[in-house]
T-cell receptor
Framework: GAVVSQHPSRVICKSGTSVKIECRSL??????MFWYRQFPKQSLMLMAT?????????EQGVEKDKFLINHASLTLSTLTVTSAHPEDSSFYIC???????????FGPGTRLTVT | GQQLNQSPQSMFIQEGEDVSMNCTSSSIFNTWLWYKQDPGEGPVLLIALYKAGELTSNGRLTAQFGITRKDSFLNISASIPSDVGIYFCAGREGGSEKLVFGKGTKLTVNP
């Protein structure tokens, strides 16, 4: 399957600061990437769909000004959590479809802890 | 958001036993997927199903796309300790690129 990486794998930040998470497709070009959030012992919830060269499409209830998504190249999408608060602490996972498959392949996730 | 009904929520089995889990939806899906997630990792795609009635295997795993297109099941035969993890079903409606996930089935295999 297609390989998707995320960086960092873990990050701890103070309340009020911003954190950037990177999602990269390593062996394919990804025109579409997806950002999910997963709270402990819960399922994955889609936050937004990121399309290269255009604005991201956010799911209902997700604040676009708080979760900034940039998809400036075919191999990189970034999610910036602005003015983070403890309730933003979660596991953030990106995924992408490869050129040869319509199915989503997931990155390893980023554990965000806001203190 | 929309979610699939996945059951059971958790399973505790002995090594060597077979396992079955399923997902149902009120909506018709064009695609059913099964993923496995290990702790602290992203989900890994196990099986993808595209046609009603389709039965697909991947090693000891077998999954089926229900005839009504509103359900799917995953079977694991002769379970081994490394099968431990959380299994998620996911569905995609026609014309959509988004996936809807079930709540997951946590599998524990006792050696």
């Amino acid at each position: 399957g297609a390989v998707v990486s995320q960086h960092p794998s873990r990050v701890i930040c103070k309340s009020g600061t911003s954190v950037k998470i990177e999602c990269r497709s390593l062996d394919f070009q990804a025109t579409t990437m997806f950002w999910y959030r997963q709270f402990p012992k819960q399922s994955l919830m889609l936050m937004a769909t990121s399309n290269e060269g255009s604005k991201a499409t956010y799911e209902q209830g997700v604040e676009k000004d708080k979760f900034l998504i940039n998809h400036a190249s075919l191999t990189l999408s970034t999610l910036t959590v602005t003015s983070a608060h403890p309730e933003d602490s979660s596991f953030y996972i990106c995924s992408s479809t490869s050129g040869s498959s319509d199915e989503q392949y997931f990155g390893p996730g980023t554990r965000l802890t806001v203190t | 958001g929309q979610q699939l009904n996945q059951s059971p929520q958790s399973m505790f089995i002995q090594e060597g036993e077979d396992v079955s889990m399923n997902c149902t939806s009120s909506s018709i899906f064009n695609t059913w997927l099964w993923y496995k997630q290990d702790p602290g990792e992203g989900p890994v795609l196990l099986i993808a199903l595209y046609k009603a009635g389709e039965l697909t295997s991947n090693g000891r795993l077998t999954a089926q796309f229900g005839i009504t297109r509103k359900d799917s099941f995953l079977n694991i035969s002769a379970s081994i300790p490394s099968d431990v993890g959380i299994y998620f079903c996911a569905g995609r409606e026609g014309g959509s690129e988004k996936l809807v996930f079930g709540k997951g089935t946590k599998l524990t295999v006792n050696p």
